[in-house]
Each structure stands twice: as C-alpha cells, then as structure tokens.
C-alpha cells in the first residue's frame, strides 16, 4: 500500500466523472479524499449519466482529461468490460462473488432501493399508480434518460413491476410513463437535488438515498418505496484501463472500499447509500 501511496501522491491528480457532490456523500468522499492523500480531484460532467461515462473513456482516451474512474450503472458496465482494467481492492475477499467480477474489472459499491419522493403538498402518495391522477400535472420527473442513466431505467423497471411486469420484460413500465405523459403528468426536466429545491420537479422516481429529505434540502419532501414493486440495485466501480492516472485510480478504489471512519464505505453510509 505505501508504495502505491508514493505512485499516486507522484502522479498527483485524479480524474472522476458523473459525481454530483450531493449524490451518495460524493462532495465529502472527495474532499477527504484529496486531504488525505494531498491528490487533486478534477470531477468532470457531475451530472452526467452513465452512458457519459463511457463515452468520456472512449472520446478522450490518451488524453490527460480521460476520467480515471467510474462510478457505473450495471446494465453499462457489463456492455463495456472491454474499457476496464482488472484491479482487486485489499478488502476483495469480504465482498459476495455476486457482485464482483471474478477478474476484478467491476466490483459492486453501493446501493438503494426505487422510491418516488414528493412535494407533501401531494398529500400522501400510495400506489404507483397514484402518479396517473389529474394532481400531478407536469410533476413526475426521472433523474435522466432511461436509455442512458441506471436510475432513470430503474425507475421505469419499478413502474413495470408495480403494473404486473418484470425487470426482465419493462415494457409494461414503458406503457405507465406513455400513460403518464398523456395524461401531462410527466416532467421532462433532469431532476437533480437543485431542481427539486427549486420546485421545478415536485415529484421524483429515483433511488432512495438520492430523495431523502437532507439530500434535496427541503422539510416538506416526502418518500413512498412501493411495497408491490421493491427494487434494489448497486452501481458499480470500474478503472479505465488507460487512465491518465493508473495509480490514483488504484488508491482511490482502495479508499472507496475502506471501513475506516474516514473511508469511502462509512461515507456512503452517512450519504444514505447502501455500501457493499
């Protein structure tokens, strides 16, 4: 480790991409990290989705710029293994097989489960189809493109399970936000923390820990996670395998994965995640 501390600290730099400081703890996660380590943090497209990530590594490959980390949605990391290096953190043994990689080019890192959080001037919100009533006009956003960013597909895959469907066959979810937006009920606005202050997206299909109360900065904000379609989900990490910063790129998994009080598990947890 402390060889690989002394490579990091020489390299100096480290590249993350699609972080939003809010999101999971990220903003307290880096800060500590860069404190700790005296390595600069340079976080790119901090909303951007998972499909961003990939195209950063395929677009700016060879360049200082290419981001050295990801913080990836499973259903692009298992089409884009090719684009990883295989690392295994010194805690490799403690995580399931079931949510690594045996070659250790992903690894699972944290995770939450499909909620709707809500304006309570909504009054109290119980079913998913709840989001179909007249009320809610112009209301329910995702956070992204569903055919890009993990959460947005997961929230179409929990309207599909709380309309009879399954994760495998969504399209019973697809057909819910067609219902949705004739009716005017949908939002096409990205919902971040920001827009749901701001009251631009009063109603948000998204990971729990990403519409708790202290996460979007409001009292009034409630969350319902449907009994009748619960879906949980991990993200992944994943190193490019030509990162402008191979060994920061290390050391930052290292501590992402480390139980320390200071260290990237007991942070997400503080974030609302769920680690690993």
């Known amino acids: 480790m402390n060889a690989l501390i002394t490579a990091a600290k020489k390299e100096g ?6 972080l939003p400081p809010t999101w999971a703890n990220y903003g307290t996660i880096i800060s500590t990290f860069s404190k700790k380590y005296g390595i600069k943090v340079n976080s790119a497209n901090p909303d951007g989705s998972s499909q961003d990530e990939v195209n950063a590594v ?14 990836i949605g499973m259903a692009v990391a298992l089409q884009n293994v090719s684009l990883f ?22 690894v699972q890192d944290y995770g939450g489960y499909m ?7 909504f009054g109290t919100i119980t079913s998913v189809s709840d989001l179909l009533s007249s009320k809610f006009k112009h209301a329910v956003a995702l956070n992204g493109n569903p055919t890009q960013a993990n959460a947005a597909l997961n929230g179409v895959m929990m309207t599909s399970l709380a309309n009879g469907g399954s994760a495998s066959d969504i399209s019973k979810g697809v057909n819910f936000f067609h219902q949705l937006k004739t009716a005017g009920n949908f939002n096409p606005v990205q919902a971040t923390g920001a827009t749901i202050k701001a009251g631009t997206t009063p109603v948000v299909i998204n990971w729990d820990y990403l519409n708790l109360p202290s996460y979007v900065g409001r009292s009034d904000w409630k969350v319902f996670v449907p009994s009748d379609a619960l879906l949980g989900g991990y ?24 139980q320390a009080a200071d260290g990237g598990q007991n942070l997400w947890l503080v974030g609302g995640a769920r680690p690993v």
């Open 235 to 258: 993200y992944a990490q994943a190193i490019n395998k030509s990162a402008p910063h191979p060994a920061a790129a290390r050391l930052w998994e290292e501590y992402l994965y480390s």
């Open 13 to 18: 730099a480290l590249n993350v991409i699609a």
């Open 115 to 121: 909620s709707i959080g809500y304006e309570s001037k």
């Open 85 to 106: 290096a295989p690392y295994q953190v010194s805690t490799w043994s403690s995580i399931p097989a079931s949510q690594k990689a045996a070659n250790g080019v992903w």
């Open 58 to 71: 395929k677009q700016e490959s060879g360049t200082a710029a290419a981001p050295d980390v990801l913080d």
